[in-house]
């Protein structure tokens, strides 16, 4: 059987189905009910007498055999003879007759409109079954008809009419007058579709993109329909508008970066940045789907027919008047609208926003997230200190509503004044401090201990110990506060060098002897001397020929306040000593020896 209809034509099947009939016939007016090609003459003529009516047998046989039968797998037509069972019975000639069920002489959710003497075409799958009646199908002669149809409109791209009438794995079926094709979800709408049954049923045109008629595939697309008519529209609209119009337009969808607006045919995007000056999160804030909105035309692009709108355009800028409102120094109170990891954004006004930076949020809290500071929608005074009209941003400052807290500390605590606090951090080179005002203050090393080493004193010390000490300096400018532990009980270092000046002669205790000097104290204060200042001769650079406890007189060569240090030399003192004999007893071009000039110098002394 082929799968493309032809009309009537010759064929073997019609005359042997018609000599079943006709002997059937035969049985009727009496004669034998064998088929013609089993008599046999011999009973042939022994019959003559009894079986008159195999005359009229033979002329119909032969009628039959030169009768113009249609081949099976043909399209013929057909009269309705009657309707009974939900099936119309159907004469399609040639002594033929087949049933058609009459779900098939309709459209799919259609009711079928058939009646008793109508001609329709049926396509004959065969022409006998088991019952002697010929197996005939409506849908599949529509099916012929409409391969051809379809196949001529998709060779001149032409539309075609048909009919959703199902679902089915990636789209649904479309009844295309007697052919059923594909339509992919994506081909339905120009947008993602998520409820197609308001689509089902309805007559609508489709546009072919592919058939195969030997396979039986079509693949049919609604959305090519949609986005040639679109395209028309469009350009139609776009026609009527230029830039700068103001227009009345319905909302149709709503996305996170703005909303499409229907302008009647097409569609324009109004951005989120571009319907309020005031910063909007979230396009739902303003509009909704479905309402009617007055916008401004920005931009028209005329080749891709994309049109870009505003409604912020129609209100009064209010940066107009920024720089007016809000002098540099001026204090303003505000709402936070926005925080992330460079600062937060504070609201002055509707449309006016300005960016309090991390670096200008707290005088105290450095490296910190903004989000600890402050909060969403916290209302917060902050000072302008930077307004740029051209690129539409005010720089604002949190810490500056407050004081300086250290200007407030060295207000209240100048130079000497005994503070207490905790100690927040120990590091390799002093002490962190809590200070009053949430600031910290350090204690160097140096200014841990008059008798011990820095970094042994440290060893002392715990984080979270309450201490007490001295303020020494305060640096507003580089924020940064001094403090010494080992002042509480006074300076001793400045009471015992109380007349002691760079170049007196000094009387020291040694108190321990080591390869490379000795160390001596004075008046409490220890230091040391080392071997190259123990004598001007070198071979009296011995640290061994002197003993703790002996007492040496030196020279202060150098008196360090902050170290809290003396720089003594007993060579420094010697060299002094033969300087000064040399001034007052003679000179060393007198031709006298140092030795002379030093008995002189001590014979002098004794008188």
Do not use: C
């Not at 046999?40 to 039959?64: D, G, I, R, V, Y």
């Not at 007759?97 to 409109?113: N, S």
């Not at 007196?504 to 230091?527: N, Q, R």
């Amino acid at each position: 059987m082929t799968t493309q209809g032809k009309r009537a034509g010759s064929g073997p099947s019609g005359p042997i189905s018609f000599l079943a009939r006709a002997a059937r016939a035969n049985v009727k007016t009496g004669g034998d009910n064998r088929a013609a090609s089993q008599i046999k003459p011999k009973e042939t003529k022994s019959h003559m007498a009894q079986n008159a009516s195999m005359e009229e047998f033979e002329a119909l046989l032969n009628e039959s055999l030169e009768m113009d039968t249609p081949d099976e797998g043909t399209v013929v037509k057909g009269r309705v003879l009657a309707i009974e069972a939900g099936q119309a019975i159907i004469d399609v000639g040639y002594k033929m007759e087949g049933r058609v069920d009459l779900k098939e002489f309709a459209m799919p959710g259609e009711t079928p409109e058939i009646s008793v003497g109508d001609e329709v075409e049926v396509y004959l799958r065969a022409a006998e079954n088991a019952r002697g009646e010929a197996v005939i199908s409506r849908e599949m002669a529509r099916r012929e008809a409409a391969w051809d149809r379809l196949e001529k409109a998709y060779a001149d791209d032409q539309r075609v009419e048909g009919a959703i009438f199902g679902r089915v794995k990636g789209g649904f079926t479309v009844d295309l007058g007697g052919a059923v094709a594909f339509l992919p979800g994506s081909q339905v709408d120009v947008r993602p579709v998520r409820d197609a049954g308001p689509l089902m049923g309805l007559k609508q045109p489709f546009q072919i993109l592919k058939m195969d008629r030997r396979r039986g595939n079509i693949v049919v697309s609604r959305r090519a329909i949609l986005e040639e008519s679109r395209a028309e529209q469009r350009a139609e609209v776009i026609a009527k508008l230029k830039e700068g119009d103001v227009v009345d337009g319905v909302v149709k969808n709503i996305t996170e970066y703005g909303a499409f607006v229907d302008l009647g045919g097409v569609d324009g995007l109004l951005h989120v940045t571009d319907m309020a000056w005031r910063r909007v999160n979230h396009p739902s804030e303003i509009l909704s789907i479905g309402e009617t909105v007055k916008v401004q035309v920005i931009k028209i692009n005329k080749e891709t027919h994309r049109i870009s709108l505003g409604m912020k355009q129609l209100q009064e800028d209010p940066w107009d008047l920024v720089a007016a409102k809000y002098p540099l120094g001026s204090v303003h109170a505000g709402r936070v609208t926005n925080i992330t990891d460079y600062g937060a954004f504070v609201e002055l006004e509707p449309g006016v926003e300005g960016l309090v930076h991390v670096s200008e949020m707290s005088w105290t809290k450095k490296n910190i997230h903004p989000g600890k500071i402050v909060s969403t929608s916290q209302e917060v005074e902050v000072m302008v200190l930077e307004i740029d009209q051209a690129k539409r941003r005010v720089s604002l400052g949190l810490k500056q509503t407050q004081r300086n807290p250290w200007e407030v500390f060295a207000e209240t605590h100048p130079p000497g004044t005994e503070v207490e606090g905790e100690v927040k951090n120990i590091t390799e080179f002093g002490l962190f401090v809590g200070l009053p005002g949430d600031i910290d203050g350090m204690v160097h090393l140096s200014d841990l201990s008059w008798d011990q080493r820095g970094e042994e004193a440290i060893q002392e010390y715990r984080k979270g110990d309450v201490v007490q000490a001295v303020v020494q300096e305060v640096d507003t400018d580089k924020e940064r506060i001094s403090l010494s532990i080992k002042a509480l009980g006074g300076d001793k270092f400045a009471e015992a060098m109380g007349g002691v000046k760079r170049g007196s002669i000094i009387t020291v205790t040694v108190s321990a002897i080591e390869d490379g000097g000795i160390e001596v104290e004075y008046d409490g204060l220890k230091s040391f001397i080392r071997r190259s200042d123990l004598s001007r001769e070198r071979s009296e650079q011995r640290p061994e020929r002197f003993s703790v406890g002996d007492k040496v007189d030196v020279r202060v060569t150098n008196v360090d306040p902050k170290t809290r240090r003396l720089g003594l030399s007993i060579k420094a003192r010697e060299s002094a000593e033969e300087k000064e004999a040399v001034q007052q007893y003679g000179s060393s071009a007198s031709g006298a020896s140092l030795g002379d000039i030093l008995g002189a110098a001590l014979k002098g002394d004794e008188k």
